[in-house]
């Protein structure tokens, strides 16, 4: 466009807000899920590498070990359903809260109850369905909070929260373990999930 005199008249159009490195990447909001991701994983992945503490204390077969494992593995993955299901139904928030939650407390609880063998399958069971609430919510949850252009930068963050939390809870869990018990363990390590 421009005026009578053929001068061109300055761009009115709003420009987009400059951002920050940190803002470019989600910001607050991307990291909080990082940091409720990682959480969750530092609980959940920490099971693996105390499972010989587990064993030896409970005086577990091998098959037996494997079982606990293994019944948290498929519970979790196969109630993601279920989670995406009840998410639709209940909101992502309280999809992500009822599944952060619930992984938090049962964590502590099979350090607080220092449970028999089949109350530690069960409480596995229970966290296995209880954890698949969150990333069916989680991810649908920052994918509706950030526009198209910071979208997939803030799951990438997301998603390297979770295996900081893989990586971590056996790090600071076997020492946890090794010093004062696995029991204890399970129970400092739960803050995280409680507080997220």
Request: net charge positive; aromatic share 12%.
């Amino acid at each position: 466009m421009s005026n009578n005199a053929g001068k061109p008249l300055p761009d009115s159009s709003p420009k987009p807000p400059k951002r920050s490195l940190f803002q470019q990447w989600g910001g607050g909001q991307a990291f909080f899920f990082a940091y409720t991701h990682g959480a969750h994983d530092l609980s959940t992945g920490m099971l693996v590498a105390l499972l010989l503490f587990i064993r030896q204390d409970l005086g577990l077969s091998y098959l037996q070990a494997a079982v606990l494992t293994g019944a948290y593995a498929l519970t979790s993955g196969f109630s993601q359903v279920f989670g995406g299901w009840v998410g639709d139904r209940i909101g992502r928030k309280n999809s992500i809260a009822l599944g952060i939650g619930g992984v938090g407390v049962c964590i502590f609880a099979i350090g607080a109850l220092h449970p028999h063998y089949y109350v530690l399958l069960g409480i596995l069971i229970l966290q296995g369905v209880l954890a698949g609430f969150y990333h069916p919510s989680a991810v649908p949850a920052l994918t509706s909070h950030f526009e198209l252009d910071r979208r997939g930068k803030a799951i990438s963050i997301h998603m390297v929260g979770g295996s900081l939390g893989f990586l971590l809870g056996p790090l600071i869990g076997a020492p946890i373990a090794e010093r004062i018990g696995w029991q204890y363990a399970f129970m400092i390590l739960s803050i995280p999930a409680l507080a997220a």
